[in-house]
């Protein structure tokens, strides 16, 4: 812009500057009509105008031509006035913004272009926006005017509606206002109107924010809103509730079950029957039930439970409008029939002592009584088939006999037919005639006392029932009953051998059927009188009955003692009707061995048999001998074992039993060999044997473990057959162990003390030759008293020396065997038992050498 300045002609620039001077100069004064554009008579000067709508709050562009000039100033007139103010301008210079612009919202001018942009657009921006532009200064300048017309639009608010009774009473008057804070004008106004189920009409729009609402009704009553709109956007105000009071009308009474008839409605007994009054009214009707003028209940439902015939009559329902104070009322006949119970009932039963069959029909109850028919051709007694016909009484019961000579069919329906007024169709029963399909059954049992026997005959089935009646003999007899009969006898009185008798008759039979029931008094057997077992295993005695006996018999057990047997852990019950069979477990001889009894009675009589149980030890096994017990160290604290068993090809054995205990201790720990036998049995106790437990017969060898080496112990061994011990074989003492260096020490020992004995022979031979030149070392050796000489030998070693003295301690056999075992007979025999272990204290051990020449 500045170049094309220096290079237009001077007297155009100057021209030009003046008249925007003086423009800018006049645009400055308030109230002064805009001055005419000064401009050579060949210039053109060009007017445009153009209208733009703007909104509150909003932006806005306003347009300064299409392109850029290269000089525009931007002025602003005031409704109401003419004075013209600048806006902003760009004389070459760059743009400018006046302070007028801050009161016509964030003005700014778009980069590249003379077109303003206004953001946050006030109210007070609305009026004339004028753009001057100049272009081709140079050249032919040019000016343009641009007269903008901005308009500034409020949007509405959100309008609130206003009723003159939100609860206006059917046929009244009323009105209701849309109001609205604020809203440019031409404003429309849409009243909408939305039922209770949703659906939305508009019922009245224009520019007026009041309608009337003349003669309301039920119907008018719903959500309402108005809805204003202008150019700018469009706002619903919040639905308000029109509740049109109205009521009540006449109710309706619905009758649930619907039934109809020339007296009103009627209903059957026991139903439920339910009366529905609805009378349309707002707000709500209150209703009250009427029965017989008399109120019965207070809501719009009433429902009678299981109604009776009681309950007929007239029932009105009133409606009442509490707010209006206003009521209607209706009444209807309300008629309760019903039925007899259920169906008919049809039974046959037997007449004329069991010779002739009668039918049975009844329906009690209803109203009016039922009316009751046989169908088909039935003949009667004394009449003649071609008589026959169909029976009707207006009756609740009717009974037909009929002859059985008459009746050569085994299975005959009859058919009764029944109806009622209150029964849409006809109700029917039948009955069938029809033989027992199997035969009498008789049987005997006795009551759980004892006291008496109950012989039992029944011929189930059939109809009618049959006759059952007994014959016994002698006196025994019982007279006649249906279906069964049961003949009571005190027990032991019944005869055996002889039958008593059941007959049973039944209508369409000509012929009496029977059965019979013989009582004989109970027989017993056993497979084997004298049943013989080994000790500790089990046995089973059997006993059972010869034949299945009338009346039926109970076996029982009794012990060798003389006690009845129950179910325990010695004994095992298993027993049917026919048999009893006793488990003697774990037998012992000298508790089971003896006399079992098996027992039973019935009404008839009793009888008992005797079973003998004899209960055999197992035979003595073969005795057995140590042949080697040896220390296997010199630490003292295990023992390896041997022994052989007499005569092993009779066998005879099942394992062994290893037995040691403690028989002294050895010197340097608590006491010393001088020690008596009683001594040392006070201080460690009573010698007590214990055991380890060869299950496999085929061993021959063992070792002993964790042994007191200090401690003295005896080996023996006895042979066992399952609970049969053995003999127990002669006690040892464990032998010192055997080892290949002992003569090469004791020829060391030897040859050592011989060439010291011949050293201090020489050594002696000297001193008693030179006894004068060395009188102190013949004195030291030689010449002391024996009361200053004495040695103490209160030391081990002394203690040691002196023993030896004594003589050497043997090794042998103890002189007589160990205390029997006794076994429980309640578990195995060969259950382990182990020595002590060995306790934690130090041991002081002293080791002899005894040396011998080979």
């Not at 709050?57 to 299409?66: M, N, S, Y």
């Not at 299981?306 to 209706?330: E, F, V």
């Not at 024996?786 to 023993?803: C, G, K, L």
């Amino acid at each position: 812009m500045a170049e094309r300045q220096k290079r237009s002609k001077p007297w155009l620039h100057f021209t030009l500057l003046i008249a925007s001077l003086e423009l800018l100069a006049h645009c400055g004064a308030s109230h002064i009509p805009a001055p005419v554009v000064k401009v050579n008579p060949n210039w053109e000067v060009v007017y445009r105008d153009a209208d733009v709508y703007g909104v509150v709050g909003k932006a806005v562009i306003l347009e300064c031509g299409p392109t850029l000039p290269d000089m525009y100033i931007w002025s602003f007139t005031k409704p109401g006035t003419e004075a013209i103010r600048a806006v902003a301008y760009d004389l070459g210079k760059g743009q400018r913004i006046q302070k007028l612009a801050e009161t016509l919202g964030q003005v700014t001018v778009i980069t590249n272009s003379a077109a303003v942009s206004i953001e946050k657009l006030p109210l007070a921006a609305h009026g004339l926006f004028t753009c001057q532009a100049f272009y081709d200064i140079e050249r032919e300048p040019k000016v343009y005017y641009y007269y903008v017309h901005l308009t500034v639009r409020v949007p509405v608010t959100k309008p609130y509606l206003l009723m003159s009774d939100v609860s206006p009473v059917e046929g009244s008057t009323m009105w209701m206002r849309c109001n609205l804070d604020n809203g440019t004008g031409p404003i429309q106004y849409v009243w909408q109107h939305e039922t209770r189920n949703g659906n939305i009409s508009a019922f009245a729009q224009g520019n007026a924010n009041v309608i009337n609402m003349t003669d309301v009704n039920r119907n008018h009553t719903g959500w309402y809103r108005c809805v204003a709109s202008n150019a700018v956007n469009s706002e619903s105000s919040n639905r308000l509730w029109l509740d049109t009071i109205f009521g009540p009308d006449i109710p309706q009474i619905d009758v649930t079950p619907y039934s109809i008839t020339e007296r009103g409605y009627s209903a059957l007994e026991r139903e439920t029957v339910s009366l529905l009054c609805q009378a349309q009214s707002n707000p709500a009707s209150q209703y009250v039930w009427f029965y017989n003028n008399s109120q019965v209940y207070t809501g719009p439902q009433l429902t009678i439970t299981k109604i009776l015939r009681m309950h007929t009559g007239d029932y009105a329902c009133l409606a009442q409008n509490t707010y209006l104070n206003t009521r209607s009322k209706k009444t209807i006949s309300l008629t309760v029939y019903y039925p007899p119970d259920g169906s008919p009932s049809c039974s046959v039963e037997p007449a004329l002592n069991h010779t002739s069959l009668r039918l049975l029909c009844s329906w009690p109850g209803g109203f009016p009584s039922p009316s009751l028919h046989w169908n088909g051709h039935l003949k009667r007694a004394g009449q003649d088939e071609a008589d026959t016909g169909q029976q009707t009484n207006p009756l609740t019961n009717t009974a037909i006999l009929l002859p059985s000579e008459g009746l050569t069919s085994n299975d005959t329906l009859f058919t009764c037919m029944g109806s009622h007024l209150a029964l849409q169709q006809s109700a029917e029963c039948s009955t069938r005639t029809y033989i027992p399909p199997a035969e009498p059954v008789c049987f005997a049992y006795v009551t759980n006392t004892k006291q008496y026997l109950m012989l039992s005959c029944s011929w189930d089935g059939g109809a009618p029932k049959a006759l059952v009646w007994w014959e016994g003999p002698g006196s025994h007899g019982k007279g006649g009953e249906e279906s069964s009969n049961i003949l009571v006898l005190r027990y032991g009185t019944a005869r055996g051998g002889k039958p008593y008798t059941c007959h049973a008759k039944h209508p369409l039979l000509a012929q009496t059927k029977t059965c019979r029931l013989t009582l004989e008094a109970p027989v017993l057997l056993t497979r084997r009188r004298v049943v013989s077992v080994y000790e500790g295993s089990d046995v089973q005695l059997t006993c059972n009955l010869r034949s299945n006996y009338l009346p039926v018999s109970e076996i029982t057990w009794f012990n060798n003692q003389g006690v009845g047997v129950q179910d325990t852990s010695k004994y095992v019950l298993l027993r049917t009707s026919a048999w009893a069979n006793l488990t003697v477990r774990d037998t012992d001889e000298m508790k089971d061995s003896g006399e079992y009894r098996c027992s039973t009675s019935n009404a008839v009589g009793g009888t008992e048999i005797n079973v003998t149980l004899v209960v055999k030890k197992h035979p003595m096994p073969p005795n057995a001998t140590l042949i080697s017990v040896v220390y296997n160290s010199r630490q003292r604290n295990e023992v390896e074992l041997e022994w052989q068993v007499d005569n092993e090809e009779e066998g005879g054995w099942t394992g062994f039993i290893l037995q040691h205990r403690l028989v002294s201790e050895r010197p340097g720990r608590r006491g010393s060999n001088n020690d008596s036998a009683e001594e040392t049995e006070e201080r460690i106790g009573p010698p007590a044997w214990y055991r380890n437990i060869i299950q496999d017969p085929e061993v021959r060898s063992h070792t002993v473990g964790r042994l007191i080496p200090t401690i003295t112990y005896q080996f023996r061994i006895i042979p066992v057959n399952h609970r049969t011990v053995g003999h127990p074989s002669a006690a040892k003492i464990p032998a010192e162990p055997r080892y290949n260096m002992y003569p090469a020490v004791i020829g060391a020992a030897i040859g050592g003390m011989l060439i010291a004995a011949i050293l201090t022979a020489l050594l002696l031979i000297f001193i008693i030759r030179n006894r004068n030149n060395n009188p102190r070392l013949h004195d030291m050796l030689f010449g002391l008293q024996h009361s200053q000489s004495r040695e103490n030998i209160n030391f081990p070693e002394d203690e040691v020396v002196a023993r030896s003295e004594g003589g050497i301690e043997e090794i042998g056999e103890s002189p007589s065997p160990g205390p029997t075992i006794a076994l429980p007979r309640a578990a195995s025999p060969l259950t382990t038992s182990q020595a002590p272990p060995p306790g934690e204290e130090p041991v002081n051990v002293t080791i002899t050498v005894k040396a011998t020449g080979s």
